[in-house]
């Protein structure tokens, strides 16, 4: 099962772009890249998921390089409502029926 | 939002009582997770269900019990509560991969 390491917190202020990476080096060849995002109160929620190279949606992208080993979640023009927990996770592909395990979480905090 | 819900919201509980928390979903979907989380340990996978009457157990279920006797609810039963139970519970549900949809979690106190 791969390990994720990211940061504990990260500070940004609001309009920056803001880039959370993560590192997976053992990361299976079958294995996806995953984010989630979580408001305090609140269930976590999905944000992007990718294989390789890069992937855009309306809220994320997400940049993967050649050897998979490490991912980069980039949140454009960031603002306070973006302060939250996020997580990075590398799904389980050994036949577990997409289980997920969640580490402790990049707590990123936009201030005015 | 997916149709999700947890019921309780909230429950308070004497230790050594049996607890079922309910986790409903309207749509349809394949696969159903229940976490708990506690600060300093993030979200932890108790048991997971990949049909129905097909379960399975995740990293900390031990003292726990789940049932699945149709798609729509999955059942989180702690068999005689403890205060390490104390926890803010969440139902998932997925169809496939990993996009995973969460309920609002039920926040359960072991007294």
């Known amino acids: 099962l791969a390990k994720t390491t990211q940061p504990i917190s990260m500070d940004s202020y609001e309009g920056q772009e803001v880039n959370i990476t993560c590192s997976h080096n053992n990361i299976a060849t079958n294995d996806y890249i995953t984010w989630y995002q979580q408001f305090p109160s609140q269930g976590p929620r999905f944000i992007i998921q990718g294989y390789k190279t890069k992937v855009t949606n309306e809220v994320a992208s997400l940049f993967i390089p050649a050897d998979r080993k490490s991912s980069t979640l980039s949140l454009p023009r960031v603002s306070l409502s973006d302060t939250a927990v996020y997580y990075c996770l590398v799904g389980d592909s050994g036949g577990s029926n997409y289980k997920l395990t969640f580490g402790k979480g990049t707590l990123l905090t936009v201030n005015p | 939002d997916a149709g999700i819900t947890q019921s309780p919201r909230h429950k308070v509980t004497e230790t050594g009582t049996p607890v079922t928390l309910r986790c409903h979903q309207t749509e349809n979907h394949r696969y159903m997770y229940w976490y708990r989380q506690d600060p300093g340990h993030g979200l932890r996978l108790i048991h997971y269900?990949?049909?129905?009457?097909?379960?399975d157990k995740g990293e900390v279920s031990d003292g726990y019990s789940v049932s699945r006797s149709k798609t729509e609810d999955f059942l989180l039963t702690l068999e005689s509560a403890t205060s390490s139970q104390t926890s803010v519970y969440f139902c998932?549900?997925?169809?496939?991969?990993?996009?995973?949809?969460f309920g609002p979690g039920t926040r359960l106190t072991v007294t």
């Open positions: 269900s990949y049909g129905v009457k097909d379960t």
């Open positions: 998932a549900i997925a169809a496939s991969g990993y996009e995973q949809y």
